[in-house]
């Protein structure tokens, strides 16, 4: 019949097809994969979540395989700003599971941290290849609306232009040029101070770590900065003296150290979003990560993440080393 003899294929036709089109995707994907460390990269100091940027990067790979490469003349470029909207779109969802920015319990958050191997070698050429973002940084992001976030993240960690970036946001140039401003304003603004020196930070953590060990109360307060502070971040069902919570004040932070004294017989050193820090372990598991700015020689800042369940998401297979 007409019809039959119009859909009728040459003999191996349709396999070759077939096999050109498998091919086609494992090279979209082969590509993909190049861009995967800047994409995660992008999500992660977006969200502040591994787990939700994992979520972020595949959505990004979805929408590239239903697009397909073809008209795409920077494929690094455009992976970036797919990754950039679905987390916007990521952000607006959380913020309208809350009834204000600032919900209860949100001034103790914690982002998920990033563990890495205290440097063996030259620390200053070893820190190159750590996480550049930290956990104080991370918590200042959280503060921003959503918009405010993606044009600081994009335009000021990422270079992305600011045309580019209002495409996303819906806003013009100038408004999202705007809104990076203000968003650079209050990470400036909120973010201690930190001695970049691996050296330094690693001489206050240890001295912490040899007095809370000891349990000696002055010398905890020593090494504190007199305005210090610590933001522990439990989870929801934590309660008593192990719940969330902001403190300040050398004495105080120091009497909270000591009630936890026995953790630090369990910490070892590690790099924890690039700064010096500490995991505690035990049976092979974490009980916390603590992030620590030091400036003077002083600790200013300890962010401790305890919350077991995403302490059990962590990876700690760079530890090994």
């Known amino acids: 019949m007409a019809g039959e003899r119009g859909e009728r294929r040459v003999p191996g036709e349709q396999n070759a097809r077939g096999r050109q089109s498998v091919r086609g995707r494992q090279r979209l994907a082969e590509r993909f994969e190049e861009h995967r460390g800047q994409l995660k990269a992008v999500a992660y100091r977006m969200l502040g ?10 959505e990004a790979w979805l929408r590239l395989d239903r697009a397909g490469a073809d008209g795409i003349d920077n494929l690094g470029a455009w992976l970036t700003t797919v990754t950039g ?4 779109d990521m952000l607006r969802s959380r913020t309208s599971r809350r009834e204000e920015p600032m919900a209860e319990g949100f001034d103790t958050f914690v982002p998920d941290p990033v563990l890495r191997a205290l440097p063996q070698g030259d620390p200053e050429q ?33 270079s992305v232009p600011f045309d580019d970036i209002a495409a996303i946001v819906e806003r013009s ?38 007095a809370s060990r000891a349990g000696d109360f002055e010398a905890l307060v020593s090494v504190l900065h007199p ?29 909270g150290a ?17 700064a010096v820090g500490t995991v505690a372990v ?10 620590v700015t030091v400036v003077d020689g002083l600790i200013t800042g300890l962010y401790i993440l305890s919350d077991p369940e995403r302490l059990a998401r962590l990876d700690l297979t760079a530890l090994e080393a």
């Open 126 to 158: 070893e820190a190159l290849h750590t996480d550049s973002v930290g956990l104080a940084l991370l918590v200042v992001l959280e503060t921003l609306e959503p918009a405010e976030r993606l044009a600081f993240v994009l335009h000021d960690m990422f």
């Open 282 to 291: 035990s049976e092979g598991r974490p009980r916390s990560v603590t992030y």
């Open 173 to 210: 140039p100038a408004a999202t040029r705007q809104l990076a401003s203000r968003a650079r304003r209050r990470a400036r603004e909120a973010t201690p101070a930190a001695d970049p020196d691996l050296g330094r930070q690693r001489r206050a953590v240890e001295a912490f770590l040899a």
């Open 227 to 255: 305005d210090v502070v610590l933001r522990a971040d439990a989870g929801a069902l934590a309660s008593g003296v192990a719940a969330s919570k902001t403190v300040r004040g050398a004495r105080t932070v120091a009497t």
């Open 258 to 274: 000591f009630h936890f004294r026995h953790l630090a017989g369990l910490a070892r050193l590690v790099l924890v979003n690039g």
């Open 85 to 88: 909207r679905v987390c916007l």
């Open 49 to 58: 979540s591994l787990t939700e940027a994992e979520d972020a990067v595949q």
